[in-house]
Structure formats: C-alpha cells, structure tokens
C-alpha cells in the first residue's frame, strides 16, 4: 500500500540534482564540455542518458544501460565521477529490483567517498541504503542508516534532505508497525513540504498520512487525505500519481466493505496503471479487484483478474512487455461478461463434440469387431464343407 515507487523516485531526483546540477559539481553538460578525458566524457553522457531513462519511468533500461560505465571504470578517472558511477547505477537497480546489486554499487561507492572525505555524497549513499533495506523489510538496518543520514541534514540544515529523510524514517517505522511514531515522521515532511509549498511532494504526504490512518482502521480519515493527494496529482496532470492516490481509495473502501466505490477507485486506478506502464500497481489492482469482485459475485470477473495479477507476479521483471500487453488484453476480457460467457459457452460445445466423438468411435470400433468375428465364423464354415466332401 505504500507509495514506495513515489517516494524513491523523488528522493534519487533530490539526489542526482545535486549530484549533476549542484553543490560545485556543474552539471554533466558542463563537466563534458570541459573535460580533457574522453572517457570521462563518454562515463558524464551515459549518466545522462541513464537518467533520461529513469526520469521516463524506464527503469530496467536505465539500469541496462549505466553498466556501460563499467568499461571506463579502470581508466584515470577522477574518484568523484567513479563513486557517483556506482551512486547511480546502485539507484537504478534498487527502482528495477535488483536489491542486492544495489547494496553491492552502494558499498563501492561509499568506500570511494568515505576515502575521498566527501561528507555530502557519503550521506547521500547511507540514504540509499536506508531506501534498500527499507524495500528488502530490513527495517533495523533502514534506520540504522536514515539516522546517520538525519545527523548529517541536520548539520546542514538541509530541508530539502530532510523530508526525504523524515520520509523514509515513516516508512520504516510503518514496517516496524509503529504506526504512531511512523505518523510523527511524516508530519515532519508534511510541515516542512507544505512552508516550502512543494505540491508533488504534498501529494506524497497526503498518501503517507492516509495509509497511517487506513493502518489504524480510520478509513473515513485516511480516504480524506488520499482525496487531497488526488486533488494536487489532477490539478498538475500527474497520471501515476493519481493512479496511485485511487489505488489508496479503492483499497480503504474496500477494507471498509464500501465495495462499489472501491470498485470506482480501483478500476480507474488499474486502467491508469495499464496506461503508465506500471507493471507494479497493475499487479496490486488486479489483486484487490479480484477480492472486489469475488465479494460482489462476479466469479468470472475475479477470474480475470486474478490471472492478471499471475501473470504479473511472474513476469515483473523479466517479461516486462509481454506482461503488459497481456493486462491490456485482460482490461477488456475482464470487464466484458458476454465476451466471457461466449467462451465458456465454446468450451461446452467443444466438450460436447468431444463427447460426440468418442462416442462415434466407439462404434466404429466395435463395427470392426464385428465384421471379423462374422469373417471367422464364415472361413470355419467353408473348410468344415470342404473337408466333409
């Protein structure tokens, strides 16, 4: 229920502009035109590109892709360009699922800033760390990290770091079932998202306050606060974010047995989620849709959905369009009960045409039988004559 995609997406955008466009580092066009390497001019375009591909939501892509900075690794680049390689690409495999990859880039990357006494960007990593562990249900070793990564926002006073922080520590006491705590956190983000006015990022407290009170089973509350994230996610034409925000809605009326209004939500949720491409929350609606519709009677639709969501559970990450043209298709087949009703039908004339069949053969065969038994009997009849005379 989480809006985990959501929040690491903002929280690596936080982090590579200031990586890329912050903080005396320029930005990648900037370190391409000056730079008197031409593999350190190759390594600064394949970042940009990866990122252009994680800003895309293509998020296996983007991960494909930035291994190619592995070729470069060895040649004289400087310790900065190696560690934000690894910084990047750990990110990418974290968004594509890859979690131990992940863990294994961070690490690399934090012993080359830690060796090169870069305080900001070794901070940044204990961020991603805490992100992946939070995402592996390693929540001792998420706030074992958030917290070294918290002591060093708060010495820089940087608000901008600490509602990802304050975030990701939400995250983590929710996981720990600490919902109050959890609920401390987020209204950390909250007061400091809404002084500086940022709508996107509002969006995900909304989101994050209403899953605290869906948790304590205060769904009419929790529905409130995920209305208000829908409000901001329509008004700046955000197509995942609402996605997201109805899947929440849908899925508090539903644990509150609202079921048609959950069957609003979630149906418009699943087709945004079919239209994003995010094989993810297609997964999550068609779970839940499958419940919906199994409460509501309608079996052949909980059929449907429930092979949807299959389907996605196997194919997440490594049939990514097949899954996704299959849960197009399945968006039609599901919400189409004569289309369902005439296979059904078709399947009961094939079996009784089968049945037909068989028992055609069946005659046929004793037919045969029959025929030679009376060939038996007449070649007996015929030597007894013959030997009589």
Known sequence: MFPKTLLFFFFVLYSFSNIILGQGNGSIENQTEVSSSSSEKIV???LAKSLSFYQEG?????????????????????K????????YIGNFAVEAE????????FEEGLSIFKADEDKRNTAIIHNSLAVVFEKMGKYDLSLKYNFRYLDYLIAQNDSAGLTSAYNNLGNSYMGLEDYNVARTYYLKAFQIDSIKNDSLSLSADYNNLGIVFSKLQDYKTAIAHYKKALEIDEHLSNGMGQCIDKFNIGLSNLEANNLLEAEQYLSNSYKLAV?????????????????????LGGNKRALAFMRTYNLMNDSINNKTKVALQYAKNQETVATSNEKLDTANSSIKNNEKLGLESNIDGVFSNLMYVL????????????VRLFTTN
């Open 98 to 105: 890859h979690y131990e990859k992940a863990i294994q880039h």
């Open 44 to 46: 600064n375009d394949i």
């Open 371 to 382: 025929i030679a038994i009376a060939t038996v009997f007449l070649l007996i009849v015929i």
């Open 275 to 295: 239209s994003n491409g995010s094989l993810t929350y297609i997964q999550n609606t068609s779970e839940k849709l499958s419940i919906l519709y199994e409460k």
């Open 58 to 78: 293509k998020y296996h892509k983007a991960y494909s892709y930035c291994q190619l900075v592995f070729q470069y690794l060895e040649d004289d680049l400087p």
């Open 80 to 87: 900065s360009l190696k560690g934000r390689c690894y910084l």
